[in-house]
């Protein structure tokens, strides 16, 4: 695992779902995926989503 992650210069590697991330919590540390939505005010209606592994959304 080791190689694999300097190879592609990743800091986590989940063994069942190498493309999460852990998200440290205030009761734990849950594997996962960081999801944005924006939704249409009127027909609440999703009209802008974004899934990352990013662990931040400071990007989004």
């Known amino acids: 695992m080791l190689k694999q992650m ?3 210069g990743e ?3 989940s063994l069942t779902d ?5 998200f440290p919590r205030k009761f734990g540390v849950p594997v996962g995926y960081n999801a944005q939505s ?5 027909h609440h209606l999703i ?4 899934v990352t592994k ?3 959304d400071i990007v989004q």
């Open 38 to 42: 924006a939704v249409d005010d009127k």
């Open 18 to 22: 190498p493309d999460s991330r852990s």
């Open 6 to 8: 300097d190879e592609t």
């Open 11 to 13: 800091t986590q590697i």
């Open 47 to 50: 009209v802008e989503q974004e």
């Open 54 to 56: 990013a662990v931040t």
